[in-house]
């Protein structure tokens, strides 16, 4: 669905999300109901929503000369949390396996052969993760290949969505924000990089509700396999 | 339990969040239960943590020159979102009645008492609130005749835990900010005036674990009935 009547989007370079739009997270899911056996859906819920919380609170609530922790060590401060809010008794061991599998998620299955059919735009990927995580995961994953560059939030000091974090693909690409699309499953990205001036697809896998904080996305989209064609490079 | 090892906090003021802390949310829930039977929790569960949400997304990712919306605007954004994503059928009727309910809440039962013992120590309201939100509720509630200052955000163009917004007791009061006893049920907000200073109390009711995103509260106690004797004027 494109918000307004064209047809297709017109940008110049396109700039992925990483967790949740590139890459699936349902393997840590799948590894928390495997370590907590019925709890597994509770657990990573909750542990996914105090990881965004914490982002969000650190970036508000820290002075220019306090800062920030690192995306690594806001994940591990909202696993201890979540497991001890759902009483689970997190070993050393178990706890170490859940941040591992941040490490090595998978792709969607259609990331690879999306990449390829949008070259030769240029393909970045912008997330809240490390150098060091977003690095691992593009070599490991093989995405390294079709992506031209991937940026960190960690460049910025500053987590999604501050328009910090956004300005770094516009210094980056050196484009007007209307001129990059930026795509992210998260609808509150989404949000904050068109509030920041990007052109926006929201890719809505589970048919969630609009957000109401802010202006809406460009166009919404079911699976990344619609993006080539919306944006007339199918 | 106090975090250090003396017996009373040494403060010459006290502040208080307002909802949640002194204002009991649960008349909201009951409401939510009889419009949507079976589902009453999980609305004002929901409807909660998105109204919190859009408040520190709209503070972190607008610039200087765009303008956050008010609470009340949130809360009913908020509201739509949450019933959307529960499929709940939300009549303009229910909503302004479930809107109206977060201007009618009642105190907790200790609360006049407190405020009572605690004279002549200042004491004072700082809360996401609109100004208009937080005087009907002081007046209607009987409350504003114990309390020396109503502080809402709103001067302050940012929500909590932007360091502005505690920065309005510090302005108020022209006091030290660890000469300031800052008293919150809400976790994120106890972290967040630590963080910029203040002396933090935690009312922790429902015993939530710590939060793991900053500093630890210098006291946290089970309700407000115990605060008199922790700042030495039981």
């Given at each position: 669905?494109?918000?307004n ?13 990483a ?5 699936d ?40 000369m306090?800062?920030?922790?690192d ?16 009483h ?12 591992d ?27 809240n ?17 079709h ?8 460049a ?18 050196k ?15 989404a949000?904050?990089a ?7 697809i929201?890719v ?17 989209i079911?699976?990344?396999?619609e ?8």
């Amino acid at each position: 669905m494109i918000a307004n009547s064209v047809s297709t989007l017109s940008v110049d370079a396109l700039v992925f999300d990483a967790y949740g739009t590139l890459f699936d997270v349902q393997s840590v899911a799948t590894l928390a109901e495997r370590l907590f056996s019925g709890q597994g859906a509770a657990l990573s819920q909750l542990w996914r929503s105090k990881q965004l919380e914490y982002t969000w609170l650190q970036s508000l609530m820290l002075s220019p000369m306090q800062r920030r922790e690192d995306f690594a060590a806001i994940t591990a401060h909202a696993l201890d949390f979540s497991a001890e809010a759902l009483h689970l008794p997190l070993t050393a061991a178990a706890r170490h396996r859940l941040l591992d599998a941040y490490l090595d998620l998978s792709p969607y299955p259609d990331v690879a052969t999306v990449l390829v059919t949008l070259a030769p735009m240029p393909r970045l990927v912008l997330s809240n993760g490390t150098r060091e995580m977003l690095e691992l995961l593009a070599a490991t994953t093989g995405l390294a290949s079709h992506l031209d560059a991937v940026l960190s939030v960690d460049a910025a000091g500053v987590y999604k969505p501050s328009p910090r974090v956004y300005q770094l693909a516009v210094d980056h690409l050196k484009l007007l924000p209307p001129r990059i699309g930026f795509v992210s499953s998260n609808g509150w990205d989404a949000v904050g990089a068109k509030a920041f001036g990007l052109t926006v697809i929201w890719v809505n896998r589970a048919g969630a509700p609009l957000e109401r904080h802010g202006p809406k996305p460009d166009a919404i989209i079911g699976s990344l396999a619609e993006l080539p064609a919306l944006v007339g490079r199918a």
